[in-house]
């Protein structure tokens, strides 16, 4: 295990009826701006019920906040807040209006063009406190300090982190997500899935509680994700989903281990020249990535087969490929398809997601930085 410092400041309130407790946890006299989505939340009364909580405070709204939040809509965002000497935000949707709302706190007190704390990994030296009332587990934005933002003009999907945007607090709520579409709810299961293989499926790094815990999410996601699309209002299954995504992406399982996150990368292009989902990305390129890589990654790939798909019997080769099948298959159950073609995307479209990656600077990916274009290529190319 590799030297590490693990920090992880954010607060959680976990459970039904905790969005009451939000007063509490919000600096007195704070004028607050409440960050919202397309309006889900605005139709389920989850707005309703924030607002509530925060009566005794001055609060104001901004909606609109799209999947895959883009640096023109938080740009309005942090003209208004900045008018509006806002001090506060309260983050109430999934992933993308979190990570939007990081990037509005970073934007109002930065001093330039706050693009460039993505393209040129400018460094914020302040950020305007918040919180979050998650509805969606998927992301684990809830509980890190990283974000992921879109320039429409560009079509740049780049991500950022900084110790200083991590939540103050964050409501994890079950109850919340019985109303998502199950489009959603599947999307959640595979981003987190993806999350945890990520910093698990490397190489061996005698990181037994880092391992074990891994599996620990990755089994419960394979149990529990079918049930939460099943029986939609199942408080235990959504609120062991609901915590399965946030430890997946909070840092925890990653510390002192290699990590991968070339299946994020190469995802994230596909989303921004084809706006599919980060999830559906997700489940197209890691089966392709783990066959492309599978040497490599070897001794993971047989730790994997055994202790999370049971597999013990056959040759090492056979174990490896029935793992990856069986990764595929599980992403299929839960209804997220994983080949570029089950999108109406071909061969074609291999090389501008590869020239992408190039802009990005992303040619040498992996635990081993030995991903290389000419690797994500073939993933691409596997991957239709
Ligand atoms: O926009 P509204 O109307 O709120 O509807 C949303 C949206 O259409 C809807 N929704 C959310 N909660 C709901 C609900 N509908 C009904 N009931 C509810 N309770 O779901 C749709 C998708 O929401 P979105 O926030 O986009 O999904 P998700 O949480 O999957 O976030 C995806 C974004 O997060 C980034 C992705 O790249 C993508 O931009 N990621 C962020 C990460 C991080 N910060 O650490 C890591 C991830 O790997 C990921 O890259
Ligand atoms: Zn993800």
Do not use: C
């Not at 607050?32 to 005794?56: H, M, N, P, Q, R």
């Not at 684990?140 to 933002?149: F, P």
């Not at 599980?330 to 570029?340: A, C, G, M, P």
């Not at 071909?346 to 040619?363: I, N, Y």
Request: proline share 5%; net charge negative; hydrophobic share 45%.
């Amino acid at each position: 295990m590799e030297n590490f410092t693990f920090y992880n400041p954010t607060r959680i309130l976990f459970g039904a009826g905790r969005i009451a407790d939000v007063a509490r946890e919000v600096p007195a006299g704070a004028r607050v701006l409440i960050t919202y989505g397309g309006g889900s939340v605005v139709k389920t009364g989850t707005l309703d019920e924030v607002k509530a909580a925060l009566s005794g405070f001055t609060v104001l709204e901004f909606g609109g906040i799209e999947p895959n939040p883009t640096y023109e809509t938080l740009m309005k965002a942090v003209e208004l807040a900045r008018k509006e000497k806002v001090d506060f935000l309260l983050a109430v949707g999934g992933g993308s209006v979190i990570d939007g709302t990081k990037f509005i706190a970073g934007a109002i007190p930065f001093d330039g063009e706050p693009w460039d704390i993505l393209a040129k990994r400018a460094r914020i030296t302040s950020a305007v406190p918040f919180g979050s009332v998650l509805t969606l587990p998927a992301t684990g934005s809830e509980m890190n300090s990283g974000a992921v933002i879109t320039k429409r003009a560009t079509n740049d999907k780049l991500a950022f982190f900084s110790n200083l945007l991590y939540p103050r607090f964050s409501v994890l709520d079950p109850t919340k997500t019985y109303t998502l579409p199950a489009r959603q709810v599947s999307n959640g299961v595979v981003d987190a899935f993806v999350h945890v293989v990520e910093q698990y499926l490397t190489y061996p790094a005698d990181a037994k509680v880092q391992d074990r815990f891994a599996e620990g999410l990755l089994l419960t996601l394979i149990e529990e994700g079918p049930k939460a699309l099943r029986e939609p209002e199942n408080y235990a299954v959504r609120a062991n989903l609901m915590w399965t995504a946030t430890l997946a992406l909070n840092g925890l399982i990653g510390v002192g281990v290699p990590t991968d996150w070339a299946t994020h990368m190469l995802g994230h292009e596909i989303t921004a020249l084809h706006g599919l989902d980060h999830a559906q990305t997700l489940a197209i390129v890691l089966p392709a990535m783990l066959q492309v890589r599978r040497e490599e990654k070897q001794a993971k790939l047989l730790q994997y087969a055994e202790r999370v798909w049971g597999l013990t019997q056959g040759d090492e080769k056979a174990r490896i490929d029935e793992a990856i099948a069986r990764t595929r298959q599980f992403f299929e159950s839960v209804q997220v398809k994983t080949r570029l073609s089950d999108y109406g995307i071909g061969k074609d479209a291999v090389p501008p997601l590869v020239a992408q990656l190039e802009r990005h600077g992303m040619k040498a990916l992996g635990e081993h930085q030995n991903l290389t274009l000419e690797g994500s290529r073939q993933v691409y190319e596997l991957a239709v």
